[in-house]
């Protein structure tokens, strides 16, 4: 099974600064990671997959880099709505699919 | 407009079973792989079940291999997910999600979730 560890676990930042979020997997999944926003209440939302490609509607503050076993979600200029819960997600190798166990984006 | 919507969680006790179902519009479910993921309480998600288009192909997360069975009716558009031997952590959001697009198991759209909870 690929293990996936995110890092940091909590991220402290005020709107309009820079958020760098970082995925680590126990081996390589080449490109074949995700990235999803969660927010209280809600379900997941896919943001990002095969490591850089956004999804439908999401901005262009939202990016994403790495390959191999070192992957990173950039927020460019954090947005209000930016606070969040954020997940990745590999599927190179399964079952079973995996997720990292998030990075929270909060208000400092 | 493309939905899903789950349906089917409740209080259960430690040994129960539940079905839950996931009704699909906007979309062919049958065109379209599912799975179902879950998350427990302040934990992240957890895949648990993926089924083929066509139902030839299943697999399951080890932690509920014997015990869940997912299934799907591609005529009236549902996804199921029957859960039996349930134990205290199974306790979780379940969500029933579509692959983003045909071969690629990225998770879009999900539905709102149905809230299980499994009590001793």
């Known amino acids: 099974e690929i293990v996936l560890t995110q890092s940091p676990a909590t991220l402290s930042l005020s709107p309009g600064e820079r958020a760098t979020l970082s995925c680590r997997a126990s081996?390589?999944?080449?490109?074949?990671l995700a990235w999803y926003q969660q927010k209280p209440g809600q379900a997941p939302r896919l943001l990002i997959y095969?490591?850089?490609i956004r999804a439908t509607g999401i901005p262009a503050r939202f990016s994403g880099s790495g390959s191999g076993t070192d992957f990173t979600l950039t927020i460019s200029s954090l947005e209000p709505e930016d606070f969040a819960v954020y997940y990745c997600?590999?599927?190179?190798?399964?079952?079973?699919?995996?997720f990292g166990g998030g990075t929270k984006v909060e208000i400092k | 407009e493309v939905q899903l919507v789950e349906s089917g969680g409740d209080l259960v006790q430690t040994g129960g079973s539940l079905r839950l179902s996931c009704a699909v519009s906007g979309f062919r479910i049958g065109d379209y792989e599912m799975n179902w993921v879950r998350q427990a309480p302040g934990k992240g998600p957890e895949w648990i079940s993926y089924?083929?288009?066509?139902?030839?192909?299943?697999h399951y997360a080890d932690s509920v291999k014997g015990r869940f069975a997912i299934s799907r009716d591609n005529a009236n558009n549902f996804l199921y997910l029957q859960m039996n031997s349930l134990r205290v952590e199974d306790t979780a959001v379940y969500y029933c999600?579509?692959?983003?697009?045909?071969?690629?198991?990225?998770?879009?759209?999900w539905g709102q979730g149905t809230l299980v909870t499994v009590s001793s």
């Open positions: 089924i083929s288009s066509l139902g030839g192909t299943i």
């Open positions: 999600a579509r692959v983003h697009r045909v071969g690629e198991l990225w998770f879009d759209p």
């Open positions: 081996q390589s999944v080449r490109s074949y």
């Open positions: 997600q590999q599927r190179s190798s399964w079952p079973p699919l995996t």
């Open positions: 095969d490591t850089s």
